[in-house]
């Protein structure tokens, strides 16, 4: 069964600190994974996701078939970045989120 | 191009009542999912519809059920409210065609079950 597992539910580092925020996951197939970020009084919205490769707000996450992980990593952490922070897993037209981490960037 | 709508935005029910969520999705948009957001479980997949017909649906018991409509939107029915459903439940529409599909979710109803 698909799963998804963020160990830590509260992430506290302190501005221009690197942050990294825990994703792992089982599944047997070959998994399309995100990262979704919701903001203070914010909709849920998509950060970024494994296939683009890509860099948003500076965060970057790789996906690590071996150790079946997807972690999201900023080499400096922004007070703007103090949000909830889901990691999902996508197959046949469902996803499974995480419970979520909270990262809190102190100034 | 409007985001997906939610109504309403909060209610307040006691147990045993009934209760029936509506989502709007954006434009276009065939797919509607929903889910609900608690602190502790994080988001839990309720169930998914594409093109009115219910596709994908998560481990929720029978009370909790929804339809979709020929224009796309959705409603989600909760019968005999417990206290533990009481929680926050997102809508979220997509593409819904073959390959991954962004989900773009609304701002949620707030259920508050005394």
């Known amino acids: 069964a698909q799963r998804v597992t963020q160990p830590e539910k509260l992430l506290s580092v302190f501005k221009g600190a690197p942050v990294e925020l825990k994703c792992n996951y089982s599944?047997?197939?070959?998994?399309?994974l995100f990262w979704y970020v919701q903001y203070s009084r914010q909709r849920l919205q998509l950060l970024l996701r494994h296939i683009s490769r890509e860099s948003i707000k500076g965060f970057t996450a790789d996906l690590n078939k071996g150790e079946t992980s997807f972690h999201l990593k900023k080499p400096f952490a922004q007070e703007e970045d103090s949000a909830m922070y889901y990691c999902a897993l996508y197959n046949f037209n469902k996803f499974y989120f995480g419970s979520g981490t909270k990262l809190n960037v102190k100034p | 191009k409007a985001g997906v709508t939610q109504t309403p935005r909060y209610l307040i029910k006691t147990r045993g009542q009934q209760v029936t969520l509506s989502c709007s999705p954006i434009s276009g948009h065939r797919s509607v999912s929903w889910y609900q957001q608690t602190p502790g479980q994080g988001l839990q997949f309720l169930f998914e519809y594409f093109s009115e017909t219910q596709r994908n649906k998560g481990n929720f018991p029978g009370r909790f059920s929804g339809r979709q409509f020929s224009n796309s939107r959705s409603e989600m029915n909760v019968s005999t409210l417990e206290l533990g459903d009481s929680a926050l439940y997102l809508c979220?529409?997509?593409?819904?065609?073959?390959?991954?599909?962004?989900?773009?979710f609304g701002p949620g109803t707030r259920l508050t079950v005394l």
């Open positions: 599944y047997s197939g070959s998994p399309e």
């Open positions: 979220a529409s997509g593409w819904g065609g073959i390959g991954v599909n962004e989900q773009f």
